[in-house]
């Protein structure tokens, strides 16, 4: 146990570093100006901006493939982890260059405690797209629970620099800031 536990927090902190260090390219078809957009918006407009990125980040080309990634969300909604993780897995075989399916497949592994494949699914949904906040935010959770604070706090202000209305990291940033960690000198 103490071996995966060491190679899971070394793989933590090098996918950490890979997100912080990649670039703030364009994927899975969202318009420089529509990310521009959130991350310029008012508080009371960012909610509706986000939706409009996760709509479209949600939208895989196919009728089928938008099926199953509804179905395991409707899955994860019920608290059927092992249903989604069907559904989504299903979804990234078929597409496998479509990153909310691996997404949302990672999401529905960390809530059943299968934090391995989380990471590994985070690591893909990443690469095929670096500015899925919410894929980040997931990364800093599991960076977090898994002992590197500062790490997480680094992911958390990387979120905030794509979406600073983000509804859970400014609060989990301010939660570490307030314990010392994650301070800016």
Not at 38 to 59: Q, S
Not at 91 to 110: C, I, K, W
Not at 174 to 179: I, K, P
Request: hydrophobic letters at 45%; glycine letters at 6%.
């Amino acid at each position: 146990m103490r071996m995966f536990s060491v190679n899971l927090k070394r793989h933590l902190a090098a996918l950490g570093a890979l997100v912080l260090l990649s670039g703030m390219s364009v994927a899975e078809s969202v318009s420089p100006e529509l990310m521009e957009k959130l991350r310029t918006a008012t508080a009371d407009e960012a909610p509706r901006v986000a939706r409009e990125v996760e709509t479209t980040w949600g939208r895989s080309g196919s009728a089928a493939m938008d099926l199953l990634l509804k179905r395991g969300r409707d899955a994860m909604e019920e608290e059927e982890y092992s249903l989604a993780i069907e559904h989504f897995t299903a979804l990234t075989d078929h597409a496998p260059d479509f990153a909310e399916g691996y997404h949302a497949r990672a999401e529905a592994f960390f809530r059943a405690e299968r934090y391995g494949p989380a990471l590994a699914d985070l690591e893909r949904a990443l690469a095929l797209n670096p500015q899925n906040y919410d894929a980040i935010f997931g990364l800093a959770v599991m960076v977090q629970e898994f002992g590197d604070p500062r790490r997480a706090a680094e992911l958390y202000r990387r979120v905030l620099a794509i979406y600073p209305h983000h509804p859970n990291a400014g609060e989990a940033l301010t939660r570490l800031q307030r314990d010392g960690i994650g301070r800016e000198l």
